[in-house]
């Protein structure tokens, strides 16, 4: 365990594991019996998860960065929008250009530079939530023989390349996403700030839902985080985060 640097606070990345490897960062922190805040980074992830059931894809060490923070005593009505203060506090992390395509990736110009994961590990008895993991999957550059095909156009990192990413300090970037998400945490409530940084509302977008995709216009972001659309027959829905994913 080591002494996070920077950190403005007294319980979230309090503590902190690094690790050369691991199958999943979230998996880590739900497998392991962990203080609240405990946060880990791993500079290499073999099984690393995405939304949906999809895998995250893994990258050579230092080309990406692994992130995930635990978070004890989480209400069921508070895990909606965990996701997207995440995805805000990421994209402040990352400067003035980030912006947000909800729920919670974050965007460098057209590119997705970081993929954000929720679970919520349940107490079937009581139906309360345990504890909840956020994790963020951050591409520090791109490679010089670029990304797979399916992600071609639509990933980026956020640098050009390895010479550009050389002088980036990871334990200090990974640090100020901890403490823009312990700031975002401190209320759970979703700022003007996210809605201002978000792509989508007002695009035409396609919704991917399981293996169907259907065309519908981003209306607005609800207060509790759920996007409201109009679909391609007027009729009127209230997506919800972990329902679909959508495509701009
Ligand atoms: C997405 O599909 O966009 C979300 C990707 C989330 C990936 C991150 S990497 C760190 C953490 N550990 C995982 O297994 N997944 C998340």
């Given amino acids: ?126 139906g309360n939530i345990e504890f909840a993991v956020v994790g963020i999957g951050l591409n520090i550059f791109e490679a010089a023989d670029g990304y797979p095909d399916s992600l071609k156009g639509i990933a980026g990192g956020i640098y050009e390349n390895r010479e550009a990413a050389g002088e980036l300090d990871r334990s200090r970037l990974a640090a100020e996403i901890v403490n823009a998400l312990l700031e975002e945490t401190r209320e759970l409530r979703l700022p003007q700030e996210y809605i201002e940084h978000n792509l989508v509302p007002g695009r035409e977008i396609c919704i991917s839902d399981g293996d169907k995709i259907r065309r519908a216009k981003a209306l607005e972001i609800c207060p509790d985080g759920r996007l409201k659309v109009e679909e391609a027959d007027g009729s009127l829905s209230v997506l919800s985060y972990g329902e679909v994913s959508i495509i701009i």
Wanted: one cysteine or more.
């Fill in 1 to 126: 365990m080591e002494e996070m640097p920077v950190l403005h606070t007294k319980w979230c990345g309090k503590h902190w594991i690094h690790l050369d490897e691991v199958a999943s960062t979230n998996d880590y922190l739900k497998q392991g019996d962990f203080a609240d805040g405990t946060a880990v980074i791993a500079d290499r992830q073999t099984a690393g998860k995405g939304r949906q059931g999809k895998s995250w894809s893994e990258a050579p060490v230092g080309q990406a960065m692994y992130l995930s923070v635990l978070f004890h005593s989480m209400k069921i009505s508070d895990m909606g929008l965990l996701p997207l203060l995440c995805g805000l506090a990421t994209a402040r992390s990352l400067g003035a250009a980030a912006r947000i395509k909800w729920p919670n990736d974050v965007l460098l110009g057209e590119k997705k530079v970081c993929g954000i994961l929720t679970e919520a590990v349940t107490d079937f008895e009581s």
